[in-house]
């Protein structure tokens, strides 16, 4: 069997960077993006994430425990081989510089459960089974329910954001199990909480929610971000800091494209996200911006090493290397460890 069945991950993920020109601007992606998350790079603004599902007109910030707004003709479209971002100053305003993350679900997905007999409350969105990912939407019940996701295979991370209200992002994430939860958009430590996905893990065919506003209120319209693993290609796990220039490794059987990293014990900090894009040298520094956060980037002079079949840890930054912490983290591929043919990727 081959080490991956995704030879160039950049068909399913692709990080771009681009200057804002204050007008209509298209942006090559090298596919069609169905969620795009962007930060302006160089000054606080919130974070914007769009998708194709709700409509490229509204938008959701990480930052913010704000409900789902409109953008107006200042929006997010996206075409065949990325998208456009129109005049506005947190996506595309002149001469300020931007990061994209994007990502493709590309197949649509709709769920009768009194039809199908798969879960309980009926969900919609678009799904990609090959890369791992579908965006799900669904209206709450306020009571424990099961939902499909459509990815066949179990979400080892999902993020849940009410569109409806006011509420904070929820996360689960599998190294943390489902009695446990994350905000997005804040720095707290992990909780617990079975309101949140019904102390219930996922199946290859369903998630569980509780009645919680962050998941599942009655009559409001919710969304759901689901990633499962695909090796080679993405990988979602935990590992322990160790406080030292000579840092943790962590294998991820591939070199990464993108990280996101956070500490869940012993104190709060935040959300951080580092891609090869912003920091390509691995040369003591590393560019950086916190989902939870509208500040700009900014460098770490603790970095973290993205290598040909992981990433390590090089400094004593307690964010993202706590002595004896646990951190969990999301990661995302440039190059598979070795391609369905035997062809090996190499570090920087």
């Known amino acids: 069997m081959a080490y991956t069945t995704i030879d160039d991950p950049t068909e399913y993920f692709n990080t771009v960077l681009y200057s804002g020109t204050g007008s209509s601007n298209t942006i090559s992606v090298g596919f069609q993006p169905d969620f795009t998350w962007i930060k302006r ?22 930052n913010l425990n704000s409900a789902e707004e409109g953008t107006g003709a200042g929006g997010w479209t996206p075409n065949s081989d990325g998208f456009v971002v129109h005049q506005h100053v947190k996506t595309n305003s002149n001469g300020d510089t931007y990061v994209g993350w994007n990502w493709k679900a590309e197949t649509s997905f709709t769920n009768d459960a009194s ?48 569109r409806s209200r006011a509420t904070n992002w929820l996360v689960y994430h599998k190294d943390i199990a489902a009695t446990k939860f994350l905000y997005l958009n804040v720095t707290d430590q992990a909780g617990t909480d079975s309101g949140h996905f019904n102390d219930t893990e996922p199946t290859s065919s369903v998630f569980s929610v509780g009645g919680a506003d962050g ?61 090869n894009k912003r920091d390509i040298s691995n ?40 002595n004896g912490s646990k951190h969990i983290y999301m990661a995302f591929a440039e190059n598979p460890f070795v391609t369905s043919t035997g062809v090996p990727a190499t570090a920087r």
């Open 41 to 62: 790079r160089n000054s606080a603004r919130d974070h914007q994430l769009f998708n194709s599902t709700t409509g490229a007109n509204t938008v959701l910030s990480s």
């Open 115 to 162: 039809s199908t007999s798969v879960g309980s409350i009926d969900s919609a969105g678009s799904v990609n089974t090959d890369a791992g990912f579908s965006i799900i939407t669904y209206t709450g019940t306020g009571s424990a329910a099961t939902i499909a996701h459509g990815l066949g295979a179990a979400p080892a991370m999902i993020l849940f954001k009410n």
């Open 215 to 275: 998941t599942n209120y009655s009559g409001e319209n919710l969304i759901a971000y689901c990633f499962a693993e695909k090796q080679g290609y993405s990988k979602f796990g935990i590992y322990t800091g160790n406080n030292i220039a000579n840092g943790t490794f962590v294998y991820t059987g591939f070199k990464p494209a993108f990280l996101m990293v956070k500490l869940i014990d012993t104190q709060t900090d935040g959300w951080v996200m580092q891609d």
């Open 283 to 322: 040369t003591g520094t590393s560019t950086r911006v916190r989902a939870n956060t509208d500040a700009a980037d900014f460098d770490g002079t603790n970095e973290i090493d993205f290598l040909s079949n992981g990433f390590k840890l090089r400094g004593a930054d307690g964010e993202i290397n706590g």
